[in-house]
Structures are given as structure tokens and as C-alpha cells.
């Protein structure tokens, strides 16, 4: 079907880019295989990271949770080669670009009063509970200052492991924040996935290395940019992932 063809359209795409992006940065025998990345983030850096080491197999890689107000200091005293964050890097020593915009739909369990809906208002969630993982910073301080906003309240269940959240959220009763940073949707007749009619629950994420190491580490974030770029046309698939 018609949803069926762009989607392969655009996976042959990313294998293209990918491949010749992965032979831009194969490593001679005098380079050094090993990359440093860090974010606030843990779910996120886990998406970045797997990018890259599919790509570039050759590379062990190495993450870190740091904290968001410490990411300059990091790139500029080499304790990490590439930092991901929710805005640009401002210094005259450090190259920044834009890597992608997400968007956050609800995931609402078979049976919840909320099932039945096409799409909800931030006020047909106050009072909802919803299942979270620990770690998704950027998301989840926009969620908050949302809250206060509008003056709402969302029940949170944090859990703290992140293989034990992905394992909790096929069958919890709880609603779920799904983000397509992951463009993992989960395929269960279930849950079923609502997206909000607002436009200000999103988050943009950016790369930042330093300006001299960016020869080496341009291969490495534009394999990742081509990725989320592809992913981001699929929005208007979003919701039809069932006919793929």
C-alpha cells in the first residue's frame, strides 16, 4: 500500500546515507576507535548511541549522564567528544548543529475513559496517572512547567530502570508519554496511540563538539542527522503504523 512504499522508500534512504557515511569515517590503523558521548538524558543518549554504533561497528562507545549545566565544561576539557542537549552551546570553541525535533503522543491502555478519543487537550489529562521512565530530562521539564502553567496535575510513576520500563509498558494500565525519538511504536491492539492538539509538547535536540575535533566527529553526528531527519517525514505515517 501506499504507506508501505514511502516507508520503504525511506529506509533505503537511511541505508544509502549510512553506508557512505560509514565510509567517510572508517578509522585508518593511527586513529584511535574509541568515542566519547554524554547528555543529561539516558533514554535519548541510548537512541544517539545505538545510531552510531550500528554504523560504525568499529568504534566502542563510550556514554555518560551528566549534569545539563556542566555539558560546556565537558567538550571543552575533553571529558566527552560529543554532547547531546535541548539547546545550542554558545562558545566560540565548540560547533553546535541541530539534530531533531520530537513530538509526543499518549499511549492509552484498552478500556481507560480515554480510549475512545482522537486526539486530547493537556485538559483531559490533569489528574491522569501516567507510567515514566527515569531519565528523559528535556521532556519531562517541559511537562512540568506545562503543569504550572495551566495549572494542572499529572500522576507520575517513575520507574528507574529503563529495560524494566520498556518490559512494564505494554501491560500497564497507566497512560505513557511515547516520543518518536525512539520510532519504536508499540505494535499491541491494546494500547492505542493519541496524539495532543497542542503543539507545545516537543523537544528539539542538538549535537556539540569542539571546533577542532570536528573534522573526526562530523561523520558520526551527520550519520545521526540523516537518520532523525528521515524519521521526521514519517509523521503523517505516525498513526497509520498498522497498514505498513
Known amino acids: 500500500n501506499e504507506y508501505g512504499r514511502v516507508a520503504l522508500e525511506h529506509v533505503n534512504f537511511i541505508f544509502d546515507e549510512v553506508n557512505k557515511l560509514k565510509r567517510i569515517g572508517v578509522p585508518s590503523s593511527s586513529d584511535t576507535k574509541h568515542l566519547k558521548i554524554a547528555s543529561s538524558e539516558d533514554p535519548s543518549l541510548?537512541?544517539?548511541?545505538?545510531?552510531?554504533?550500528?554504523?560504525?561497528?568499529?568504534?566502542?562507545?563510550?556514554?555518560?549522564?551528566?549534569?545539563?549545566?556542566?555539558?560546556?565544561?565537558?567538550?571543552?576539557?575533553d571529558q566527552a567528544d560529543i554532547i547531546f542537549t535541548d539547546r545550542p552551546?554558545?562558545?566560540?570553541?565548540?560547533?553546535?548543529?541541530?539534530?531533531?525535533?520530537?513530538?509526543?503522543?499518549?499511549?492509552?491502555?484498552?478500556?481507560?475513559?480515554?480510549?475512545?478519543?482522537?486526539?486530547?487537550?493537556?485538559?483531559?489529562?490533569?489528574?491522569?496517572?501516567?507510567?515514566?521512565?527515569?531519565?528523559?530530562?528535556?521532556?519531562?521539564?517541559?511537562?512540568?512547567?506545562?503543569?504550572?502553567?495551566?495549572?494542572?496535575?499529572?500522576?507520575?510513576?517513575?520507574q528507574r530502570d529503563f529495560a524494566l520500563y520498556r518490559t512494564m509498558a505494554s501491560s500497564t494500565p497507566h497512560l505513557l508519554f511515547i516520543s518518536t525519538l525512539n520510532h519504536i511504536y508499540p505494535d499491541d491492539s491494546n494500547r492505542k496511540l493519541i496524539p495532543l492538539n497542542t503543539s507545545d509538547l516537543y523537544v528539539q535536540y542538538y549535537a556539540s563538539c569542539t571546533e577542532r575535533k570536528l573534522i573526526k566527529l562530523l561523520p558520526f553526528i551527520t550519520c545521526i542527522q540523516h537518520f532523525y531527519w528521515s524519521f521526521e517525514t514519517f509523521d503523517s505515517l505516525f498513526l497509520n503504523i498498522e497498514d505498513y
Open 46 to 77: 541510548r537512541y544517539f548511541g545505538a545510531t552510531i554504533t550500528g554504523s560504525f561497528p568499529a568504534y566502542s562507545l563510550e556514554t555518560a549522564i551528566i549534569d545539563d549545566s556542566d555539558s560546556l565544561n565537558y567538550l571543552l576539557h
Open 89 to 158: 552551546l554558545k562558545h566560540k570553541q565548540i560547533f553546535t548543529t541541530y539534530i531533531c525535533e520530537t513530538k509526543t503522543f499518549i499511549s492509552v491502555p484498552l478500556g481507560h475513559p480515554l480510549y475512545e478519543y482522537d486526539s486530547l487537550s493537556w485538559e483531559n489529562l490533569n489528574n491522569q496517572t501516567f507510567l515514566i521512565p527515569n531519565g528523559l530530562s528535556y521532556l519531562f521539564n517541559k511537562i512540568s512547567f506545562i503543569e504550572k502553567e495551566k495549572n494542572l496535575h499529572i500522576n507520575k510513576i517513575v
